[in-house]
């Protein structure tokens, strides 16, 4: 740990397991999320990313250990909250991120609970949504979106808090390669701290520093994996794709 920078997230022996299941998901996990950190989040389907992700933001109460946010444990729904004012997830499935009829207020609704008032909300939701190349969009009715524009929406919604902190799990799941590329502009001209969940190795390296897997419901840094990208030709050679080892 870089004892320079102040812990922004930190777990201690996180054990959670859904109702039901045999094994736990997170078992005893230890987890540290400096400011500054940009952390890469990989693995098989089924080893607790999400899960991981909901159990920070307290969507998901472990069973035993703490959560930790600017080094205050979190122990009742305020001190969740506050985390979930200042840390923005960007949910696996935009369906579930998405709620208000239309996407401007979809967009406006984080910074109106954060207290801007309605026009300053419509004002920060209009700026985010032309950052994110979404300008036109805004009377349209979100359940009509394709899933590409959902996750562009919610990703609008999530950056219109400003938040110090970005969990984005998938981000580019389901998006064109120019949208993709875009998003990767995007989070390389921001200088959040964040944690992305992705199976896109290209996309992780190229917008994180740090690899990390969750194994046995530990986290693992997998910081001697050597990403890289590959120049050939096949067909479709020029769309981002993946190759097995
Ligand atoms: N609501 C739930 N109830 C019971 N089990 C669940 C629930 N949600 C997830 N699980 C199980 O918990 C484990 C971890 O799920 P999780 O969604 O965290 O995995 P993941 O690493 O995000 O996977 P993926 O890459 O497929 O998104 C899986 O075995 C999953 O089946
Ligand atoms: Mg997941």
New binding site residues.
């Given amino acids: 740990m870089d004892q320079s920078r102040p812990p922004l997230l930190e777990l201690r022996r996180i054990c959670f397991t859904?109702p039901g299941?045999v094994r736990p998901?997170l078992d005893a996990m230890d987890f540290c999320f400096q400011s500054g950190d940009r952390m890469g989040l990989y693995?098989p389907?089924?080893?607790?990313?999400?899960?991981l992700l909901h159990v920070i933001m307290g969507l998901l109460r472990p069973a035993s250990g703490e959560v930790y946010f600017d080094n205050a444990p979190c122990r009742v729904e305020k001190d969740f909250a506050q985390v979930r004012r200042s840390i923005g997830l960007l949910l696996?499935n935009a369906d579930d991120q998405l709620f208000n009829p239309t996407v401007l207020d979809d967009v406006a609704f984080g910074p109106l609970n954060l207290g801007l008032s309605p026009d300053e909300a419509r004002a920060r939701a209009v700026e985010t949504m032309d950052y994110l190349g979404l300008s036109g969009f805004e009377d349209r009715l979100t359940h009509r979106l394709s899933g590409g524009e959902k996750k562009l929406v919610s990703l609008a919604g999530v950056l219109a808090m400003r938040p110090k902190a970005l969990l984005l799990d998938?981000p580019t799941n389901g998006l064109d390669p120019e949208t993709r590329d875009r998003i990767i502009a995007i989070l390389n001209n921001l200088e959040t701290s964040l944690i992305v969940?992705s199976?896109d190795w290209d996309f992780l390296d190229q917008t994180t520093s740090t690899f990390l897997t969750i194994q046995n419901g530990r986290m693992v840094r997998e910081d001697g994996h050597a990403f890289h990208t590959h120049v050939h030709s096949h067909r479709f050679g020029a769309q981002p794709h993946r190759h097995r080892p």
């Fill in positions: 859904y299941a998901v693995g389907n089924g080893s607790g990313k999400t899960t696996q998938e969940i199976h």
